[in-house]
């Protein structure tokens, strides 16, 4: 009887989440059919693995399965573009700087805002699709799916120091391509 409970709360938790984690993986790879097999993969894991763990550590834990299948296709592309296109530039999201971007801007406006006061969804959409995967990550595990500094980093498998800067860096880029001004946002 609590094996079939706990099926029906796993079906509804998926159900709960799939969409989100196919916006996630679709922006990621830009492919329909490679975000359905990802979001696929993930839910699959999830089921396997850790269906018998209480519902309170889904989330986190299908998070944590659905980034790494996102990062694991982007590291695949990356080595088919190394040996059959050289001529194509890697592009690399490497922590750099003087770590200076380590540090919360205190005028940094509220992400839900920024997506709150933007026209167009699908602008916004188009907008975070172009971040580098970190940042996007980032963005979409603090934004979308709600979770704090540190379920991010588990989820990212880095740093909390990784995760703000990568989140500060996809909120200034967003701001920057849709025009926002800090004084209209606080």
Known sequence: MTSNV????????LASIERRAYRMALLATRN?????????????????????RS?????????????????DWHRRQQRTQRWFMPWKKQNDDEVEGDGIEHFADPSEPNPELLLSRAGDVETVLKQVEALPIR????????VW???????????????E????????????????????????IR
Request: proline share 1%.
């Open 6 to 13: 706990t099926s029906l709360n796993l079906n509804a938790f």
């Open 32 to 52: 329909q059919a490679e975000a359905l097999d990802i979001v696929q993969d993930a839910m699959l894991k999830l089921c396997q693995n850790y269906g018998d």
């Open 55 to 71: 519902a309170d550590e889904w989330a986190p834990l299908f998070q944590r399965i659905l980034q790494n299948r996102i990062m």
């Open 135 to 142: 940042q996007q990550q980032a963005f979409l595990l603090r």
């Open 145 to 159: 799916e709600g979770l704090d500094v540190a379920a991010t980093a588990q989820a990212m498998e880095c740093s």
């Open 161 to 184: 120091g990784a995760v703000k800067s990568h989140f500060h860096r996809a909120i200034h880029s967003l701001r920057e391509a849709l025009g926002q001004s800090l004084g209209e």
